[in-house]
């Protein structure tokens, strides 16, 4: 179990690493283009077409904004804008002399017109493609990418690390996307961004720029598709769960079956039997011997004819075996036991796991001390809902060690066929075991 439960662990990680790294070549994808373009296709990657707007074209010095953006400033005192991509794809420095090509903007009045084009730079041809083609765009391509892959994998792993408690599974699922969340608002400070003021890459929050709607947009992207990623992987999770569960609950059952059909035979209760059988045959009672046969006979009947204990029967039948069990004790402890029974009527009708009250009644006649100076009695009753066993404490002197497989087996076949708990209660001077009972459809209906 240890070695597949490092099995899955591992496949968990490398599926996140996977997730983490096709993440950030998504969000990285404009790197990535720019990275496979042969240096023909750059060239007029980034020229600005527009077939209806005017061109212009001029030369001019240029003038970098704190923000980013410029201004190419010419002989006749124009203006001409220049984005902050055009100026971060092509490397100019502020008061750079551009000779450049401009189209008008005519999506807002007055507003200036805007470099489609850069000719020359500084009186010297300008080659998009060797612009491109350096260290330093390779080198920010890369730290990108490994911000973000590392960025990726570290809440992955945070949203995906094993649960060991199903119950509180999306409680714990949204307490992770709320870490995760707290962690990408403050990571996002930490964005390599690419400043053209200081000609070098920095960290986001070392800008004049706090709010960089691509990084937001990254961001945000990245974040969703990780919580996208986990709430599947979750559902997934606690549909294997469930599966795995009620595997569980079926060997239980099964195990429980045959620890019932092993007790069902147990041959010291069988050899007892006999023995008070041949008690009462000597001392010539046989009108007791008779009943005690037939009562015996009743009993190992309605064993057999329930064997399969997954299923549900009255409590009148099970309490008409109950009666017969006891009978038996009382014939080999001659009436030093009692068994104080009393069901009332609108309950004998609801469904209970057959053989319930074996184990019980069992139970309290094993771990306590039966003798004539101390008479033991056993209450069997229905309250609000319940079947209820209950005994004094009369210790033995030589306490058997019980290991509460019985108790636990019983429970098992509660959960399994009515999805509920036995309870158990225990004190010093008083045991009670609490057994729920179902109504029937029939009893539903009649009380409707």
């Known amino acids: 179990m240890k070695f597949l439960r490092n099995i899955s662990r591992s496949s968990i990680f490398t599926s996140c690493v996977l997730i983490?790294?096709?993440?950030?070549?998504?969000?990285?994808?404009?790197?990535?283009?720019?990275?496979?373009?042969?240096?023909?296709?750059?060239?007029?990657?980034?020229?600005?077409?527009?077939?209806?707007?005017?061109?212009?074209?001029?030369?001019?010095?240029?003038?970098?904004?704190?923000?980013?953006?410029?201004?190419?400033?010419?002989?006749?005192?124009?203006?001409?804008?220049?984005?902050r991509g055009t100026l971060r794809r092509t490397m100019v420095k502020d008061g750079d002399l551009i000779h450049f090509k401009a189209?008008?903007?005519?999506?807002?009045?007055?507003?200036?017109?805007?470099?489609?084009?850069?000719?020359?730079?500084?009186?010297?041809?300008?080659?998009?493609?060797?612009?491109?083609?350096?260290?330093?765009?390779?080198?920010?391509?890369?730290?990108?990418?490994?911000?973000?892959?590392?960025?990726?994998?570290?809440?992955?792993?945070?949203?995906?690390?094993?649960?060991?408690?199903s119950n509180k599974l999306w409680s714990i699922y949204i307490r992770r996307a709320t870490i995760c969340i707290v962690i990408s608002i403050a990571l996002y400070y930490l964005a390599p961004v690419y400043s053209h003021y200081k000609e070098e890459v920095i960290m986001l929050w070392q800008g004049s720029r706090l709010?960089?709607?691509?990084?937001?947009?990254?961001?945000?992207f990245m974040l969703t598709v990780i919580l996208l990623y986990s709430y599947i992987y979750m559902l997934i999770h606690q549909r294997q769960q469930i599966v795995l569960e009620n595997e569980q609950l079926k060997n239980e059952n099964l195990t429980t079956r045959y620890n019932m059909s092993v007790s069902q035979v147990n041959p010291h209760f069988f050899f007892n039997s006999l023995n008070s059988l041949s008690m009462l045959i000597r001392e010539q009672e046989t009108a007791r011997a008779l009943e005690?046969?037939?009562?015996?006979?009743?009993?190992?009947?309605?064993?057999?004819?329930?064997?399969?204990?997954?299923?549900l029967v009255k409590l009148s039948n099970e309490m008409d075996f109950a009666e017969a069990y006891c009978y038996l004790f009382r014939?080999?402890?001659?009436?030093?036991?009692?068994?104080d029974i009393n069901i009332e009527e609108k309950y004998k009708d609801w469904l209970l796991p057959a053989l319930s009250l074996?184990?019980?009644?069992?139970?309290?006649?094993?771990?306590?001390s039966i003798s004539s100076k101390k008479p033991f009695h056993v209450n069997i009753y229905t309250e609000n809902g319940y079947l209820i066993v209950a005994n004094k404490r009369q210790p033995l002197l030589e306490p058997q060690i019980s290991t509460g497989t019985g108790l636990s087996n019983l429970n098992s076949r509660f959960q399994l066929i009515l999805d509920r708990n036995i309870e158990i209660i225990e004190n010093s001077e008083e045991f009670i075991v609490k057994l729920p009972l179902v109504q029937s459809n029939n009893t539903a209906n009649n009380n409707e």
């Open 292 to 311: 005690y046969i037939n009562q015996l006979s009743y009993t190992f009947r309605y064993i057999t004819q329930n064997s399969n204990n997954s299923e």
């Open 20 to 83: 983490a790294m096709v993440i950030s070549l998504v969000v990285n994808f404009n790197y990535l283009i720019l990275l496979i373009l042969d240096k023909a296709e750059y060239s007029n990657y980034w020229v600005r077409h527009s077939d209806n707007a005017q061109t212009i074209e001029d030369e001019g010095r240029l003038s970098v904004n704190v923000d980013g953006y410029g201004y190419i400033v010419t002989e006749k005192g124009d203006s001409i804008y220049i984005d």
């Open 103 to 165: 189209i008008e903007q005519t999506r807002y009045k007055n507003s200036h017109p805007i470099v489609s084009q850069i000719i020359e730079l500084n009186s010297e041809p300008f080659d998009y493609s060797q612009v491109y083609n350096t260290t330093q765009r390779q080198r920010e391509a890369l730290l990108q990418v490994a911000f973000y892959f590392f960025v990726s994998l570290l809440l992955l792993v945070i949203m995906n690390l094993p649960i060991s408690d």
């Open 358 to 368: 074996q184990p019980l009644i069992g139970n309290t006649v094993k771990h306590n």
């Open 211 to 220: 709010l960089d709607f691509v990084v937001i947009f990254k961001v945000v």
């Open 331 to 339: 014939i080999r402890y001659a009436d030093k036991i009692f068994f």
